[in-house]
């Protein structure tokens, strides 16, 4: 996705000129291949006349400026202007269109073609909206005093446009890879292709962002698109599937921009993942020999399993297994009460993975430095955050390593922490460029994108100098003042989540003294 904001420099007039320059000018598009559309208003906020005029001094005609109501060329995080909360800021776009004109029109799309119907003819590539609008407590929505602007275009959809083919895997992000993927299966047809394309590529930048396949969060995630991308090769019946010239087309492409890919740990970890995935689903049939067939069954093994419903059942009647009536839409329900629940469970969260700012959580917040530390004390460099979750009644760290635990990890961990605890060390916050703060030893979370500038926080050393800390991060807070303030930590279990992926889990001890 391409993209840039305006926080209150320019607006309409000057946006919509430069976006058709962009498209036409450097992009090379042909004029009478866009289309535009603008927002009609409704009762609660008039309609975008603005952009129209702009689009006119252009020289688009009438026939190529299309109206739309609150359903298409309105934007806020909560949708509808009526959906709006108070405070809640929004407004019109105007969006870009290129007609492919081989396409004729599906009329079971409806009567006419325009720029929103699904036939086909058309796709968007480009998309400026304007936060101009806030709703007020009557009810209403008031003009900002600095409007803004949100635009994006689509990378994959321009180069179609720019080729005159709607196809976007028929673009160059795409073609080599996909000549990879009909060398070693020249009978597959176009959907599966796409499936393991878009999969794999997916999978790709993932792993390069430090995650591994795991049956939690983002590791779950990337274990889901491998083994969807598994699921189409193994149709065609290949007894072994090598991944690694799709994973080197993709790496060839990206790797300028993108220099961090590394080839052979991503092709590693995919080969492992399909490997693995294709010995889970040879094993279907001993997992459900002798079993009565319910949803509930069918669900743990999608849920834990990550089999997919349908190869469940196939292999249930290839067993011979009787399978009751309804038994998909069981199904369906207990994957929707799943979702609800995750989502429950994710509600709320706080800045850094934190529930709340109560003195708790930021004890707590403060002794995953600690922890992290140790980590490194004991298991060298290799070791890297991978997240947290912090509530008032416990504390998790996720962690990369490239080793194995050491034997017990859990007990030596508990040892430096609260002899650091017991130290009562001070706390400092250190504001400094991030080059400087990375030359100095801070250590970041892979996950983060930090600014230019950055908050550091030292456990130890002093007010000016951070040489000598025991603890150096680049965190946003909050933390307890020095390290007694934490209590006793107690190491509750430590979890092998992925290939080299651990969960710790903590909490504090009331009843113990740090004194």
């Known amino acids: ?108 799309y409806g009567i006419k073609c325009h720029p929103n119907c699904d036939c086909g003819r058309f796709m968007e590539i480009g998309n400026s909206v304007f936060i101009q609008y806030i709703k007020s407590e009557a009810g209403g929505l008031d003009e ?40 070693l299966l020249p009978s597959i047809n176009s959907v599966d292709t796409r499936i393991i394309l878009d999969h794999l590529r997916a999978s790709l930048f993932l792993i390069k962002d430090g995650i591994s396949p795991a049956n939690k969060e983002h590791g779950y995630l990337l274990r889901r698109l491998l083994r969807r991308a598994a699921l ?145 004390d004991l298991m060298g460099e290799s070791v890297r955050q991978e997240g947290s979750n912090i509530t008032q009644e416990r504390l998790r760290f996720d962690f990369h390593v490239d080793q194995p635990a050491v034997t017990d990890l859990s007990e030596r961990i508990v040892q430096i922490v609260n002899t650091k605890i017991r130290e009562s060390i001070p706390i400092y916050a250190h504001t400094m460029s991030k080059e400087e703060a990375i030359q100095k030893g801070a250590r970041a979370s892979f996950r983060e994108r930090y600014p230019d500038e950055v908050t550091v926080y030292a456990i130890g050393g002093t007010a000016t100098d951070v040489s000598e800390a025991y603890s150096l991060e680049l965190c946003g807070g909050p933390h307890v003042t020095n390290t007694g303030e934490i209590g006793t930590i107690i190491v509750d279990k430590i979890q092998k989540i992925g290939a080299t992926t651990y969960r710790l889990y903590a909490h504090g001890d009331d009843t113990a003294t740090t004194k």
Not at 144 to 170: H, V
């Open 232 to 376: 189409s090769v193994r149709k065609y019946r290949l007894d072994s599937f090598d991944a690694s010239p799709i994973i080197m087309s993709f790496t060839k492409l990206y790797k300028s921009v993108y220099e961090d890919i590394d080839v052979v740990l991503a092709t590693d970890i995919i080969q492992a993942e399909l490997h693995k995935f294709n010995k889970l689903l040879d094993s279907t049939k001993t997992l459900l020999d002798g079993r009565e067939v319910t949803a509930h069954l069918l669900f743990n093994l999608y849920q834990s399993h990550g089999i997919p419903l349908e190869i469940s059942l196939e292999q249930a009647r290839h067993n011979g297994l009787s399978i009751p009536d309804g038994i998909e839409q069981d199904f369906e329900r207990l994957v929707h009460i799943h979702s609800e629940s995750a989502k429950s469970a994710s509600a709320g969260m706080f800045k850094g993975g934190l529930a709340d700012s109560s003195d708790q959580v930021i004890k707590y917040h403060t002794a995953t430095h600690l922890i992290h530390q140790a980590l490194h």
């Open 1 to 108: 996705m391409l993209g840039n904001w305006s926080l209150g420099i320019h607006f309409k007039a000057e946006q919509i000129p430069a976006m058709w320059e962009l498209y036409t000018e450097v992009f090379g598009l042909a004029p009478e291949r866009l289309h535009v559309s603008v927002f009609e208003g409704d009762a609660s906020v008039p309609m975008d006349q603005e952009s129209y005029d702009v689009w006119k001094t252009l020289g688009l005609s009438d026939d190529h400026i299309h109206w739309y109501g609150v359903e298409k060329n309105w934007w806020s995080r909560s949708g509808v202007p009526s959906q709006m909360p108070v405070g809640e800021i929004g407004g019109p776009d105007t969006e870009l269109f290129y007609e492919f004109t081989s396409i004729d029109h599906d009329p079971s």
């Open 144 to 183: 900002l005093s600095q409007k803004s602007i949100d635009f994006g275009g689509g990378l994959e959809r321009i180069m179609a446009a720019q080729l005159n083919n709607p196809d976007i895997f028929q673009t160059e992000l795409f073609v080599d890879a996909a000549t990879s993927i009909t060398s």
